[in-house]
């Protein structure tokens, strides 16, 4: 027979006693190791001979000792189809973006040969490629170009992007060894997708002064600035450039939409930049298109190995202009990680094999304080020569090894075949890079799925489109950092019901087909307790019980129990009661 008293005394408090109190050391020491050392990196070291743990020091930084003794060599084939395929595409994207930054276009070279050879001996992904980045590179030129004109005085201005970088380095290096790569985590994916939104329509509008044969432009990048530039000027319009760039860009959509239809194919658009700057060198070498047709070229490219830039940093440091290098290397130092990190964890997911996000920046910021001192500026990970690599067959970290020896020889031997390269080529390869960066899906998704982080996405796209790349950042960061603590102390409260025929339990507001189970109320709640949201729960939590209650009377029901997840036993006893 039932104890009549059974429904009550299951729905009454249940005590739990106080577990005993830890000591003050010990409790920081465990707090430190679950936030800092979750992983545990040094258990490979545990009961191992002096000898063996040197090895494994070694192997732990320098990723390439733990690889390279196991490289098979069936994969060499795969990874120097990788490297030369990825090569051919780093000379026209470096020199393009190089001169999108207001750099020497050599730059873009020098970009593409020493910091890969840093990353494929110090990275743990065999998939990403390393090189300059449009977004990085846009915010380093528009932060510095504030403080100094890179048309005026060309050679301070270069002189503070390398000291930008070696800051950027030290910083990425330092969240690396200290372990606080949580740092990057606060730029959530929708604000990362409006960033480069934002800029690639900022950057593919500054084209048009290329395209256009345009000489007087503004040097504001925001979009009001730049069509007013554009359209007061119809006068020095010319239909030379704007014929060849705009043939140049339907060239490179169709081989991009040919690669994608075919991937077997991806070559075709991979190599497709290349072939714009070959045909377009020859164009100009052959009727002298840049002193009789209004195509301007971009000369005289320097010959030899990237020269040593440390002494540079001298000047830089004794500078009134010391204060804003850190400010930019800070800034894209977080950007060119999160943005690399990203890349490294995608291609990592395609092929099930995880990468160590603290040796990553470790890797990145080594790879760009020795860059900074070889005339590289801030480099990372690129999606589009990485989407190359990975379509290529890349098996490993070989593949950057070989695409830098491929840099080598150019840098060493023929730089003098690109000074004939017109600047409307590589404004036509920037356009189309940088309107692939724009993810309209993914906006659209966003949309159906969380409007707070449509907000944030499009707080970042006009932000960078309508005032500046940092004014659109700091929006977007605002916004998240505002939903995170909206999150926090109005969490959302779940009335789960049961699927039916499994075991499986799902809001019953977006799961019509949900059932809740007869006498029983489960609650799940999306957020840990804190003083800020113990008071909006309580509250909550009744309002729940009380709709349940009327709802168990109306129904005839005489009983009700309490499944509360998600919250601790002692807030549950001051919560559920009768």
Known sequence: ???????????????????????????????????????????????????????????????????????????????????????????????????????????????????????????TSRHIAIGPTVVSLVLLANTLSEEVSPTENPELYLQMALTSTFFAGIFQACLGFLRLGFVVDFLSHATIMGFMGGVAITVSLQQLKALLGI???TRKSDVVSVLVSVFTQLHEWKWEPALLGCGSVLFLFLAKIFSMKRPSLFWVSALAPLFCVIVGSLLVYLTHADHKHNIRAIGHLQEGLNPVTVSDFHTVFKSRHLATSIKAGLICGIIALAEGIACGKSFAALENYHID?????IAFGLMNIIGSCTSCPVASGLFSRTAVNYNAGVKTQVSPIVMAIMMLLTVLFMTPLFQYTPLVSLSSIIIVAMLGVIDIPGIIHLWKIDKIDFMICMGAVLGVSFGSVLIGLSIAVVISLLRLILFITRPRTLNLGNLPETSIYRSVDQYPAANNVPGILILQIDSPIYFANANYLRERISRWIYEEEDRIKASGETSLQYLILDISSKYQAATVSK
């Open 215 to 217: 000489t007087q432009f």
């Open 1 to 123: 027979m039932e104890d009549p008293d059974y429904y009550h005394d299951q729905s009454s408090p249940q005590r739990v006693e106080i577990p005993p109190l830890k000591p003050l050391l010990t409790a920081v020491k465990l707090s430190l190791k679950e936030t800092f050392f979750s992983d545990d990196p040094l258990r490979r070291f545990k009961n191992q001979p002096a000898s063996k743990k040197a090895i494994l020091g070694l192997q732990y930084f320098f990723t390439i000792l733990e690889w390279a003794p196991r490289y098979n060599l069936g994969y060499l084939k795969s990874d120097l189809i990788a490297g030369v395929t990825i090569a051919s595409l780093a000379v026209p994207q470096g020199i393009s973006y190089a001169t999108l930054a207001n750099m020497p276009p050599i730059i873009g070279i020098y970009m593409s040969f020493v910091p890969p050879l840093v990353y494929a001996i110090l990275g």
């Open 357 to 361: 996000g603290s040796k990553e920046m």
